[in-house]
T-cell receptor
Framework: QKEVEQNSGPLSVPEGAIASLNCTYSDRGSQSFFWYRQYSGKSPELIMSIYSNGDKEDGRFTAQLNKASQYVSLLIRDSQPSDSATYLCAVKTLARGKLIFGQGTELSVKP | DAGVIQSPRHEVTEMGQEVTLRCKPISGHNSLFWYRQTMMRGLELLIYFNNNVPIDDSGMPEDRFSAKMPNASFSTLKIQPSEPRDSAVYFC?????????????FGDGTRLSIL
């Protein structure tokens, strides 16, 4: 079992729809969770971080964390073609100072 | 503010040659990370430093890979001798410590091709 798992996609949604990206993790000691966006040929760019159970909203993005179920998700409202990218989920535990990345989910927003 | 700076952006070399990748972290950041990204294996952590000291090098694939951080503003990743399977994009990232809420910021990467 991989430490951090994501559906590889591609996930295709129409413009204006809600895109839902999911991530599960295996280490119950995980304490910090990050979503990075990576455009093709570019480097990962941090878009959201979440540390407590519940929802965290930032503009069109909402991160959701459920530690009991060991999953974290990212919702993108009013999806735009410019949101088309690969989204990487990353998890950090206090015991290890490093991020563990999932394989990423490719999102395609169709005009 | 300047982000993480990597050089070169692209490197093409022949098998057996020595390759040196360079990274300048964000000023004030004391943690530095080297990653490798391929289609097959995704983003893998190779090694990370805290206050210039290597903390975890468990991701370094083999002895052909070595990394140094001689000071707070410079790090190198060296491959000697290089092999075609080392072809990948290598990213450097830095953060303000390794505490849970400190995100990592990535450089633009070095696209390495070994012929």
């Amino acid at each position: 079992q991989k430490e951090v798992e994501q559906n590889s996609g591609p996930l295709s949604v129409p413009e204006g729809a809600i895109a839902s990206l999911n991530c599960t993790y295996s280490d119950r000691g995980s304490q910090s969770f990050f979503w990075y966006r990576q455009y093709s040929g570019k480097s990962p760019e941090l878009i959201m971080s979440i540390y407590s159970n519940g929802d965290k909203e930032d503009g069109r993005f909402t991160a959701q964390l459920n530690k009991a179920s060991q999953y974290v998700s990212l919702l993108i409202r009013d999806s735009q073609p410019s949101d088309s990218a690969t989204y990487l989920c990353a998890v950090k535990t206090l015991a290890r100072g490093k991020l563990i990345f999932g394989q990423g989910t490719e999102l395609s927003v169709k005009p | 503010d300047a982000g993480v700076i990597q050089s070169p952006r692209h490197e093409v070399t022949e098998m057996g040659q020595e390759v040196t990748l360079r990274c300048k972290p964000i000023s004030g950041h004391n943690s530095l990370f080297w990653y490798r990204q391929t289609m097959m294996r995704g983003l893998e952590l190779l090694i990370y430093f805290n206050n210039n000291v290597p903390i975890d090098d468990s991701g370094m694939p083999e002895d052909r890979f070595s990394a140094k951080m001689p000071n707070a503003s410079f790090s190198t990743l060296k491959i000697q001798p290089s092999e075609p399977r080392d072809s990948a994009v290598y990213f450097c990232a830095s953060s303000l410590g390794t505490a849970g809420n400190q995100p990592q910021h990535f450089g633009d990467g070095t696209r390495l091709s070994i012929l």
